[in-house]
């Protein structure tokens, strides 16, 4: 059983920056394949924001590319997503996410970011 923690939402003005961070338990994050965020709006369905493999190569959602960052801690066993240049759209709550073939697909609580104009 793994258990995934995320923090570092908030309000924050158009244009602004927050980094979330996602504090893994019960296992070593290298053991798992991918780690990645995810967010949902209200009323609109949850959608992929970023993954980073275990292997360190990174993938972005189109809306956020240039703007989010990707990364993990190996000995701190956390993952963070740097978010510069915030937008309106960009506010949603903020889901980590954990996956290992056959073993995990791993949910956090999520964490609300809300971007003013």
């Known amino acids: 059983q793994i258990n995934l923690v995320e923090s570092g939402g908030g309000l924050v003005q158009a244009g602004g920056s927050l980094r979330l961070s996602c504090a893994l338990s019960?296992?070593?994050?290298?053991?798992?394949?991918?780690m990645g965020w995810y967010r949902q709006a209200p009323g609109k369905q949850r959608e992929r924001v970023a993954i980073?493999?275990?292997?360190?190569?990174?993938n972005y959602a189109d809306p956020v590319k240039g703007r989010f960052t990707i990364s993990r801690d190996n000995a701190k066993n956390t993952v963070y997503l740097q978010m510069d240049s915030l937008k309106p759209e960009d506010t949603a709550v903020y889901y980590c996410?954990?996956?290992?073939?056959?073993?995990?697909?791993?949910w956090g609580q999520g964490t609300q970011v809300t971007v003013s104009s």
């Open positions: 980073i493999t275990n292997g360190g190569g990174t």
């Open positions: 019960g296992r070593s994050i290298l053991s798992i394949n991918v």
């Open positions: 996410h954990a996956y290992r073939p056959f073993e995990y697909d791993s």
